[in-house]
């Protein structure tokens, strides 16, 4: 009984040391989830096996064993045996198998820190074309363009401290852009952003206006985390952790209607349908992820991300 309480203490302790490394490894719980935009329709739309599912509430529940970080430590312990009684040795060997993978790669990281400077061929899949870390010559050519637009579109914008691997970190203070208003569900501002996603936003403005889109809810914009689709954490940097994407609980109407995902994508609201509709249109984003086609990890959410180009120049992609 002794031994095992402690074996919890010791495994939650490797997982809150692990957790402390969100560069390394993600730690996205399913309400916070993010993916990459699946490559087909077909891809999209298909149904999670109940084998992943299982799986994957098995992975959440210990990381939001593991995540309580703060708590004390008798609260991580009984919360970790807790786990363990639910799905007994399965869950503990699963844990450890992790535990031990993520040692594993961490060690690993230490060893090399410098190559994973360059993003490793895995992360590279998921970032934008000519995305490079740190910043090419040309992101930072394009991210100048990107500037002198937001001055030219008459967007109020303040430079911002570095942060993951957001390429030009900027805030925009009022968090109005094309004439919609942007709010946050959790936090108060200042919200950091890419220059690149401010710039996407705005040219989506007056078609979300004409739907009639006044304000859009988001759950949070940048994050250091990877991504995470139909229940699954990939070792893929999510674009989040560029300040290219936002996760959007809720739309609000010029009425006060407000539209959200969560309860209403999956009754047929038309205006969600229609929001969705004109982003995946615009060719400016990639394919708006939505209960539909990530029912697991996108159920309450929609999460629209910028399609960058770094190897095209600014103004031929407007
Ligand atoms: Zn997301």
Same mark, same amino acid.
């Given at each position: 009984?002794?031994?095992?309480?402690?074996?919890?203490?010791?495994?939650?302790?490797?997982?809150?040391?692990?957790?402390?490394?969100?560069?390394?490894?993600?730690?996205?719980?399913?309400?916070?989830?993010?993916?990459?935009?699946?490559?087909?329709?077909?891809?999209?739309?298909?149904?999670?096996?109940?084998?992943?599912?299982?799986?994957?509430?098995?992975?959440?529940?210990?990381?939001?064993?593991?995540?309580?970080?703060?708590?004390?430590?008798?609260?991580?312990?009984?919360?970790?045996?807790?786990?363990?009684?639910?799905?007994?040795?399965?869950?503990?060997?699963?844990?450890?198998?992790?535990?031990?993978?993520?040692?594993?790669?961490?060690?690993?990281?230490?060893?090399?820190?410098?190559?994973?400077?360059?993003?490793?061929?895995?992360?590279?899949?998921?970032?934008?074309?000519?995305?490079?870390?740190?910043?090419?010559?040309?992101?930072?050519?394009?991210?100048?363009?990107?500037?002198?637009?937001?001055?030219?579109?008459?967007?109020?914008?303040?430079?911002?401290? $570095?942060?993951?691997?957001?390429?030009?970190?900027?805030?925009v203070?009022s968090m109005e852009?094309?004439?919609?208003l942007y709010?946050?569900?959790?936090?108060?501002g200042?919200h950091?952003?890419?220059?690149?996603?401010?710039?996407?936003? $705005?040219?989506?403005?007056?078609?979300?206006?004409?739907?009639?889109?006044?304000?859009?809810?988001?759950?949070?914009?940048?994050?250091?985390?990877?991504?995470?689709?139909?229940?699954?954490?990939?070792?893929?940097?999510?674009?989040?952790?560029?300040?290219?994407?936002?996760?959007?609980?809720?739309?609000?109407?010029?009425?006060?209607?407000?539209?959200?995902?969560?309860?209403?994508?999956?009754?047929?609201?038309?205006?969600?349908?229609?929001?969705?509709?004109?982003?995946?249109?615009?060719?400016?984003?990639?394919?708006?992820?939505?209960?539909?086609?990530?029912?697991?990890?996108?159920?309450?959410?929609?999460?629209?991300?910028?399609?960058?180009?770094?190897?095209?120049?600014?103004?031929?992609?407007?």
């Amino acid at each position: 009984m002794a031994r095992s309480l402690l074996a919890s203490v010791v495994l939650a302790g490797v997982a809150a040391l692990v957790v402390g490394r969100v560069d390394a490894q993600p730690v996205t719980t399913p309400a916070q989830a993010d993916a990459v935009a699946p490559a087909t329709k077909a891809a999209a739309d298909a149904k999670p096996t109940s084998k992943s599912a299982a799986k994957s509430k098995t992975v959440s529940k210990s990381k939001t064993a593991s995540k309580s970080k703060t708590a004390s430590k008798s609260k991580t312990a009984s919360k970790s045996k807790k786990l363990k009684g639910a799905s007994k040795s399965k869950s503990a060997s699963k844990a450890k198998k992790r535990s031990s993978a993520k040692i594993a790669s961490k060690s690993k990281k230490q060893r090399s820190k410098k190559a994973t400077r360059v993003a490793s061929s895995s992360r590279a899949d998921n970032m934008p074309r000519g995305f490079a870390w740190p910043p090419s010559e040309q992101m930072i050519a394009a991210s100048k363009a990107c500037e002198s637009e937001l001055d030219e579109l008459g967007i109020t914008w303040t430079r911002a401290a $570095a942060e993951g691997r957001i390429v030009d970190p900027i805030t925009v203070p009022s968090m109005e852009l094309g004439g919609i208003l942007y709010t946050s569900v959790y936090r108060k501002g200042p919200h950091k952003l890419d220059c690149h996603f401010v710039h996407t936003l $705005a040219m989506i403005g007056p078609e979300l206006r004409a739907l009639g889109v006044r304000e859009v809810r988001f759950g949070s914009i940048y994050r250091n985390t990877n991504v995470r689709v139909n229940g699954v954490t990939k070792n893929i940097l999510s674009r989040h952790a560029l300040g290219i994407a936002m996760d959007v609980n809720a739309f609000v109407d010029e009425y006060g209607r407000v539209a959200v995902v969560k309860d209403d994508y999956q009754l047929g609201d038309p205006l969600l349908l229609g929001i969705e509709q004109a982003i995946n249109r615009t060719g400016k984003f990639r394919i708006v992820l939505t209960p539909k086609n990530d029912p697991i990890s996108h159920d309450d959410h929609f999460h629209i991300e910028a399609a960058v180009d770094y190897t095209a120049p600014m103004l031929s992609r407007r």
